[in-house]
């Protein structure tokens, strides 16, 4: 049971464009989200996180969105740019435990 | 640098051999993560230790183990390999739950 999806495997913009990058969850426990930006052969690395507590956290050209009622969260790269096309991952953790990632989706910005 | 060193970079071995792979943690990190990636591929979770303790165990093959030190370094251990585990191998640590540091990962090819 996949508690963590990303339904786009990938994603295609236009340099200087709004990037949105989708995750949903199912369980209610999680109280803490994740994205990670992955480029080929390298780690990932963590790029922003959001506490359920809030329903927005932005840094620089990053915003995460989260909608408890929908289990959804989001993320807006704005304007995108060329060195953000990576591998996106959300992850989720429930009280401090275990990240559950989801499967990633593989974002292209085009100059 | 992350923090987290994970070696070798690269390793190519034969089918039926046997390979170790090292991690050690950021400073004071007591929980280390072990993920399989395959073709860019997902995450796969295999196992994880805190303190010396297993914790928990994701899709890890009975072929595959490991093992944290009292110094909290970390090897995962592949054996009898086949073509299909060639992958990048990433540890990850973590004080708690609440966000991981990617290594830069091993990279094991199997001819």
């Known amino acids: 049971d996949q508690q963590v999806k990303q339904n786009s495997p990938s994603l295609s913009v236009q340099e200087g464009r709004i990037s949105i990058l989708n995750c949903d969850y199912t369980n209610s426990m999680f109280d803490y989200f994740l994205w990670y930006k992955k480029y080929p052969a390298e780690g990932p690395t963590f790029l922003i996180s959001?506490?359920?507590?809030?329903d927005k956290n932005e840094d620089g050209r990053f915003t995460v969105f989260l909608n408890k009622s929908a289990k959804h969260l989001s993320l807006h790269i704005v304007p995108s740019q060329p060195g953000d096309s990576a591998v996106y991952f959300c992850?989720?953790?429930?009280?401090?435990?275990?990240?559950?990632f989801g499967g990633g989706t593989r974002l292209m910005v085009k100059p | 640098d992350s923090g987290v060193t994970q070696t070798p970079k690269h390793l190519i071995t034969a089918t039926g051999q046997r390979v170790t792979l090292r991690c050690s943690p950021r400073s004071g990190d007591l929980s280390v993560y072990w993920y399989q990636q395959s073709l860019d591929q997902g995450l796969q979770f295999l196992i994880h230790y805190y303190n010396g303790e297993e914790r928990a165990k994701g899709n890890i093959l009975e072929r595959f183990s490991a093992q944290q030190f009292p110094d909290l370094h970390s090897e995962l251990n592949l054996s009898s390999l086949e073509l299909g585990d060639s992958a990048l191998y990433f540890c990850?640590?973590?004080?708690?739950?609440?966000?991981?540091?990617f290594g830069s990962g091993t990279r094991l090819t199997v001819v």
């Open positions: 959001i506490s359920s507590i809030k």
């Open positions: 990850a640590s973590s004080e708690r739950g609440y966000g991981y540091t």
């Open positions: 992850a989720a953790s429930d009280a401090g435990n275990m990240l559950t």
